[in-house]
């Protein structure tokens, strides 16, 4: 009888310490599916918050308008409150996005910069009235944490209107005022010309509030220039 001897190389990693595979679903990997997921959750809390505002809202409705159960609510978000931050914060970009192209688009001149920047403010809220209920109107009342990043949001376009309000005002001048203080109230009456607006469903003409809106810039750059 003739033996064979038959070396079989051994695997020097151990097969059980190895990283098991992520398994995927219709070749997405799970973090991809929670992303997803995630999402979907943000845009149910647009149209919900949008149009019930958010202490109308529950999980559940949230949910159905994202077609998930509810447990996936509770993969992505502990509350309902931090839903809201997330869509918030979603919106937030998708303006700031708007607003920068708008004005590079723009002619840099002092009234040519301020219209574009005006007018993509008030057609995004215009464009999808649950914007604006979500910006301008819900985000005051939900909590600390949502009144805080709202607070932030003013101050990013403040910090804007600013580097273009020091171009304008003569240096003499903006060692008599409060230039930051100047650029946070021209922000709050935008903002609170554009809620007026929205409360009448937008029915005055876009282009008679852009002029509304630019008539305090067009009278500081007139006082400016008289000075």
């Known amino acids: ?34 992303r997803q997921r995630r999402d979907k959750l943000v845009e149910g809390g647009i149209e919900v ?14 949910c159905l308008a994202a077609h998930l159960t509810e447990r996936y609510f ?30 590079r688009q723009a002619n840099p001149t002092p009234l040519e910069l301020l219209d574009p920047g005006l007018r993509t403010f008030l057609e995004f809220i215009r464009d999808d009235p649950r ?9 005051l009342g939900v909590d600390g944490e949502m009144a805080r990043i709202s607070g932030e949001t003013a101050r990013d376009y403040s910090g804007l209107l600013r580097a273009h309000l020091v171009t304008l005002v003569p240096e003499h001048m903006l060692q008599e ?6 650029a946070e109230g021209m922000i709050g009456l935008n903002i609170l ?12 003409p876009i282009d008679k ?6 008539l305090p810039y067009m009278g500081m750059i007139s006082l400016v220039q008289a000075s």
Do not use: C
């Open 74 to 103: 509770y993969e992505s978000f502990k509350s309902l409150s931090e839903l809201f931050i997330a869509v918030y914060s979603h919106l937030r970009e998708q303006l700031m996005d708007k607003t920068l192209l708008a004005l």
């Open 49 to 62: 918050f949008g149009t019930k505002g958010f202490h109308g809202t529950t999980v559940r409705e949230v």
């Open 177 to 182: 005022i409060d230039i930051d203080l100047l």
């Open 1 to 34: 009888m003739v033996h064979v001897n038959i070396d079989i190389p051994m695997d020097s990693t151990n097969s059980a310490a190895s990283p098991p595979n992520r398994r995927r679903y219709g070749g997405v990997l799970p973090e991809e599916r929670q």
């Open 193 to 204: 010309l554009a809620s007026r607006w929205m409360q009448e469903d937008f029915t005055t």
């Open 209 to 214: 509030v852009v002029r509304t809106n630019m």
């Open 131 to 139: 914007r604006g209920r979500i910006m301008l109107v819900d985000s």
